[in-house]
T-cell receptor, first 114, second 111 residues
Framework: DSGVTQTPKHLITATGQRVTLRCSPRSGDLSVYWYQQSLDQGLQFLIQYYNGEERAKGNILERFSAQQFPDLHSELNLSSLELGDSALYFC?????????????FGAGTRLSVL | TQLLEQSPQFLSIQEGENLTVYCNSSSVFSSLQWYRQEPGEGPVLLVTVVTGGEVKKLKRLTFQFGDARKDSSLHITAAQPGDTGLYLCAGGQTGANNLFFGTGTRLTVIP
């Protein structure tokens, strides 16, 4: 158990809809990262938050947004969903906010857009 | 843009065989990490290397960071079925907060 909690584990929805994925980081970790993994491939970095503020942005679509709340949990919002958005979405947390800090991953949310 | 290419993409071997997975890039990384991911779970960190030429061993796994810090390899000796999984390399660059993940190598060890 990594200590990172992601909910829900599975999400099935239709095109055009909006969903929210939730992540609770490990206790004491200030940084949260969101990744997308399609078809068992490598992870694509989406966005990072550190202590409530956006720290880095990757290949995140304009239809997607995220935020980190004062209690440090984070939410990833996906809107106007398309079939191609079907993927595993992972959240990771780390103590600090730089790349060499160890990232601990949650078990992921599997999103299926039908 | 995919900064890290892994090879092979798929690997199926018999228990007891040795194997090497490669992670290559044209970019320099300040640190390189290897993760293993099992079905239904998130990636789990195996090792971090930060010095060019560095070699780290973790039981039957040997990790090497290239001298120029542009590539890395993972060698598994006497593979076991428990080694089955998706192996991911990930690089960190100075000035960047996030990791750049490789394309992944899916390893299957057949009993």
């Amino acid at each position: 158990d990594s200590g990172v909690t992601q909910t829900p584990k599975h999400l099935i929805t239709a095109t055009g809809q909006r969903v929210t994925l939730r992540c609770s980081p490990r206790s004491g970790d200030l940084s949260v990262y969101w990744y997308q993994q399609s078809l068992d491939q490598g992870l694509q970095f989406l966005i990072q938050y550190y202590n409530g503020e956006e720290r880095a942005k990757g290949n995140i679509l304009e239809r997607f947004s995220a935020q980190q709340f004062p209690d440090l949990h984070s939410e990833l919002n996906l809107s106007s969903l398309e079939l191609g958005d079907s993927a595993l979405y992972f959240c990771a947390s780390s103590r600090g906010g730089i790349a060499k800090n160890i990232q601990y991953f949650g078990a992921g949310t599997r999103l299926s857009v039908l | 843009t995919q900064l890290l290419e892994q090879s092979p993409q798929f690997l199926s071997i018999q228990e007891g065989e040795n194997l090497t997975v490669y992670c290559n890039s044209s970019s320099v990384f300040s640190s390189l990490q290897w993760y293993r991911q099992e079905p239904g779970e998130g990636p789990v960190l195996l090792v971090t290397v930060v010095t060019g030429g560095e070699v780290k061993k973790l039981k039957r796994l040997t990790f090497q960071f290239g001298d120029a810090r542009k590539d890395s390899s993972l060698h598994i000796t006497a593979a076991q079925p428990g080694d089955t999984g998706l192996y991911l390399c990930a690089g960190g660059q100075t000035g960047a907060n996030n990791l750049f993940f490789g394309t992944g190598t899916r390893l299957t060890v057949i009993p």
